[in-house]
């Protein structure tokens, strides 16, 4: 039997899981993610707390398997984007902590950016809007920050990753500073057409070439894990970034297919092909992975295919801001009881842009609204209304995507924690007006790494082999009238409208 290991470092917790040749789970350790919120619309990671994390949940995950660290057969890695780590080449250690994707304190710095005329530019070669989302502002900010980190990184002593790449270096005791496409190109700094660092958007970002890793393949041996970090010298053979990781562990392989993933937010990727879709609708376009030479058969020279992408900022996170927020449920699995308990939201409409509107409006301004409440709402009203404001975000998102795409989509393959929730999977069927499919296994982040891993080492043969392991757990059709859909999306966009209009006593919210 072969086995590969995972490790699928997010937003709120680093997970490890072992998987079998079969593509089914043995063992899942997972630790939680302390969030640092230093300041209003600022949040960040201890890249240190990371690392000790993930290193500790994969020798747990391993020993629950039965297994020791040399029976593994290789390593993939799947993490969180866009969040930005800084590090000293000489120490290995963070010189400040990370900064998340979430974060919002660069608003103005992309503000001033897009008033000078360089959005264009920026999306050409990108595929990406400017925005605070994206690493490149991030490390532009740690950089101008932190003291003595321009003169350092002038002298070479400096490295810059998103997660995938701090956990390499870790893993291989610095000996690899490596990130892949699907990571690259989520930073304004990758030209997704050369598939190279662009020294035009260096120089406007003002990012030295000194400190950026060099981009491999998604699917690939770029070394092996120390025996201090992992226990044995085990190969790692795949990075890529959780939601393109979402898609291959969708089986996602066709062109028009889509996956959605319901974590911390929501993410859709649709799979346009071997060439590059710009988008007409202000998605992004992004590489989805990019195989080892020998899986090269039906992909363009480079081994590239590459997505469309909306992005959600407030999935779960809406959840979590009812519970530790409002104190309107004791744990998140219980809001899926409290939202039953009524037959709909009685007219509330719920708006999450706690973190600012992201696919296809990308507002940094807009703040979370609710609106339609009466002396009869109830915290069971509250909780159907945030559930049907995140499958709401998503309907626009695919809204925009299908005006984008050559097909109409027929299905939407879902995964992440909230999926489970089969409430609100069937409202997002009912808002979309198209089945929506959970698999049954539904770590498919972490199953995606794992995949790519395991053909880059000859597990198996294709991708043909993988989609074979892919099944369904359940199917949820649509219910809704055509009618009933129209008017829930009508009174949504009258909704995010006042979300997106919404101004401080102090003027405009900037991060």
Not at 102 to 127: M, N, P
Not at 143 to 149: E, F, I, M, V
Request: proline share 4%.
């Amino acid at each position: 039997m072969t086995y590969l290991l995972a490790l699928d470092q997010g937003t709120t917790s680093s997970r490890s899981i072992v998987f079998d040749e079969h593509g089914q789970i043995l063992a899942i350790a997972q630790i939680p993610l302390t969030q640092h919120y230093p300041a209003p619309g600022q949040i960040e990671h201890d890249p240190m707390e990371i690392w000790h994390a993930q290193q500790q949940t994969a020798q747990q995950a391993i020993a629950s398997a039965g297994l020791k660290p040399q029976d593994i057969s290789a390593v993939g890695i799947t993490n969180q984007r866009e969040t930005t780590v800084l590090w000293s080449r000489l120490t290995g250690q963070p010189i400040a902590r990370a900064i998340v994707w979430q974060d919002r304190r660069t608003v103005e710095q992309c503000r001033v950016l897009s008033a000078q005329g360089h959005d264009a530019l920026i999306y050409r070669k990108t595929g990406l809007l400017l925005d605070a989302y994206f690493s490149a502002t991030k490390l532009a900010w740690l950089l101008d920050h932190t003291p003595g980190a321009r003169e350092q990184a002038a002298r070479g002593e400096l490295a810059f990753g998103t997660i995938d790449s701090w956990l390499t270096w870790q893993l291989t005791g610095g000996a690899a500073h490596i990130t892949d496409p699907s990571n690259a190109s989520r930073t304004l700094l990758f030209d997704i057409h050369t598939l190279k660092w662009d020294d035009e958007l260096l120089a406007l970002f003002n990012i030295p070439h000194s400190v950026l890793p060099e981009v491999v393949p998604s699917a690939h041996v770029v070394g092996l894990s120390t025996a201090a970090a992992l226990g044995a010298a085990v190969p790692l053979a795949a990075r890529i970034g959780d939601q393109q990781s979402a898609t291959v562990g969708q089986a996602c392989f066709t062109p028009g297919m889509a996956k959605n993933t319901y974590g911390t937010g929501c993410f859709l990727l649709m799979n346009t092909g071997t060439s590059p879709t710009i988008s007409r609708h202000r998605l992004l376009t992004t590489v989805g992975w990019q195989l080892p030479e020998d899986q090269r058969p039906g992909t363009n020279h480079n081994g590239l295919t590459y997505c469309l992408e909306g992005s959600v900022f407030m999935g779960g996170a809406t959840v979590q801001w009812l519970r530790d927020g409002l104190g309107l449920i004791e744990s998140a699995d219980d809001i899926e009881a409290l939202a039953a308990s009524v037959p709909d939201t009685g007219d509330v409409m719920l708006v999450p842009a706690l973190t600012g509107l992201g696919a296809p409006n990308w507002d940094g301004d807009a703040r979370g609204l609710m609106v339609g409440m009466t002396r009869g709402t109830t915290k069971a009203h509250i909780a159907r209304a945030a559930l049907q404001g995140i499958a709401l975000q998503v309907t626009d998102v695919l809204a925009a995507m299908q005006g984008d795409a050559a097909t109409a989509l027929t299905e939407l393959r879902v995964d992440g924690g909230a999926s489970a929730n089969n409430l609100l999977m069937q409202m997002q069927a009912d808002l979309l007006g198209i089945r929506v499919v959970r698999p049954k296994i539904t770590e498919t982040t972490a199953l995606g790494a794992a995949y790519l891993a395991g053909l880059t080492v000859g597990v198996w043969t294709d991708h043909h082999a993988l989609a074979s392991h892919w099944q369904v757990d359940r199917v949820f059709e649509p219910q809704w009238s055509t009618d009933q859909r129209q008017v829930t999306l009508n009174r949504w966009q009258q909704a995010v409208q006042r979300a997106k209009g919404w101004v401080s006593v102090e003027g405009p919210t900037h991060g």
